[in-house]
Structures are given as structure tokens and as C-alpha cells.
């Protein structure tokens, strides 16, 4: 009962890295792949398509383990792990303390239902963030984050909306491991957001989410592990 259909997908991944590039410290990284259908069309992207999962150009200076990265790259500073095109940049300070910073266009993927997110792209018109970091010498590292993504949340629309695919947080990350036998890690993040109330449901935890893990070497062959993670999931999903 079903339609005939011959599929022969041919998939192509590339990837790019650089150095070098007419100056010391100057290199350009890539990585993306393509789609086409040999025969009949799929039902996926059509005959033919693809994705740039990463591509940027990245300038690594001499001193303060410095860097700057433009295009589309990768994230992944204390609150999130984002997706972004735009500028990044990073440097180390005096005193033990670090500096990163990064702005631009969140990265939009193709979506099952648009209509059903109409106000997706509208609402997510940008994102930037920054983090601040500590690290102290046989003892670990601390860092405070903050990320937006968007600019227009759904009670600011000329429609108010009650699907808000905006965010806006505040992040603690730390890292001790005095030692190799020692580590404890995780992070904490909060909703700064104002979102429209539900008189109808209760108001939601500000608290976005816990998650820490502890590790302990008693031996070289013996370890222990516990981990401990709490998510409010209506600080990051629109419409829980």
C-alpha cells in the first residue's frame, strides 16, 4: 500500500584546518558535509542539502594565552554550550584570572514544524555572553558566566506569546583537584529571565539547574564516582 521509492543517498563530510595562513597564530578550521539522492527524492531535505557544522578564522596571540575566533563556532563557557556566528574572544589576566566574551546570531537549524514556531527566528534575533574565571594555584578553578539569547521575549511581541524561546542566565562553575587523586566539578545556573505568569500552574524555580560530580582515586586501580544533577527544564525549553 505504500508508495515505491528507491533511495540512494550520497553523503559528503569535509573538514579543514589550517595553520599558518601568511602569519604565525593565524589558521582557519571548517567542517561540514552535503546531501544528494542518486535517485528518487527523500523525505528528509529534499533531493539535496546540508549543514556547516563549524567555520571559522582563529588569531592566537603570543602572550596571555590569547585568541579571537570569527565565523561560526562553537561555545562552551560556564552556562552553555552554544552554537553561534559571530566573535569570540578569550585572554588571561594578572593574578590567575581569566576573560571571554563572545556575541553574534544563535544558529538556527531546519525545524519539523515552522508554523508551529513562528516566532522562533523572530524572538532569537541574537545572542552574547561572558565569563569570568578564577584559578588558584593546587587548588582548582571558579567561574561566573552570564548568557542571552534573544532579544525579544514573547511578552514583548506585539502578540503576546505564551511560548518564550528566549533565554537569559546566570552561571557558578567550579573545578578543585588540589591533587590526581581529587576532583570535584559541576556548575550552577539560574534563570534571570521575566516570563509571562500561568495563574494556573505554579510559578517556576528561578533555579535552572545543579550538576556536580566528585571523584575519588584510592588506589591506581580503585575509584570512586557520585554525581548529582537537578533541572527545572521550564528555565530552557519553550512551551514545558
Keep these: 500500500g505504500f508508495e515505491p521509492g528507491t533511495y540512494a543517498p550520497l553523503t559528503q ?30 523525505n528528509l531535505i529534499g533531493l ?21 575566533k570569527a565565523g561560526r563556532f562553537t561555545i562552551n563557557q560556564g552556562v552553555g554550550v ?3 556566528d559571530g566573535v569570540s574572544a578569550r585572554a588571561d589576566l594578572r593574578g590567575g584570572f581569566t576573560i571571554s566574551a563572545f556575541g553574534g546570531k544563535p544558529v538556527l537549524y531546519k525545524r519539523g514544524e515552522i508554523a508551529a514556531q513562528k516566532d522562533y527566528e523572530y524572538q532569537r534575533d541574537v545572542i552574547f555572553g561572558g565569563r569570568l574565571g578564577l584559578r588558584v594555584p593546587k587548588v582548582g578553578e571558579f567561574g561566573l558566566s552570564l548568557l542571552q539569547d534573544g532579544s525579544k521575549a514573547a511578552k514583548d511581541l506585539p502578540v503576546p506569546s505564551t511560548v518564550d524561546y528566549t533565554r537569559k542566565q546566570a552561571g557558578l562553575d567550579i573545578r578543585i583537584s588540589p591533587n590526581s587523586t581529587f576532583d570535584f ?3 550552577t545556573i539560574y534563570d534571570l529571565a ?47
Excluded: C
Design 13 to 42: 563530510y569535509l573538514g579543514i584546518d589550517a595553520t599558518g595562513l601568511g602569519k604565525d597564530g593565524l589558521s582557519m578550521h571548517l567542517f561540514g558535509w552535503g546531501k544528494t539522492d542518486m535517485a528518487d527524492s527523500t
Design 48 to 68: 539535496s542539502g546540508g549543514e556547516l557544522t563549524y567555520g571559522y578564522l582563529q588569531y592566537r596571540f603570543a602572550e596571555a594565552n590569547a585568541e579571537i
Design 82 to 84: 552554544e552554537q553561534v
Design 185 to 187: 566539578y559541576g556548575r
Design 194 to 240: 521575566s516570563h509571562l505568569d500561568n495563574p494556573s500552574q505554579p510559578k517556576p524555580s528561578k533555579l535552572a539547574e545543579n550538576d556536580y560530580t566528585l571523584a575519588v582515586k584510592v588506589s591506581p586501580t580503585l575509584a570512586f564516582t557520585g554525581n548529582f544533577t537537578e533541572r527545572n527544564f521550564q528555565a530552557y525549553f519553550a512551551g514545558t
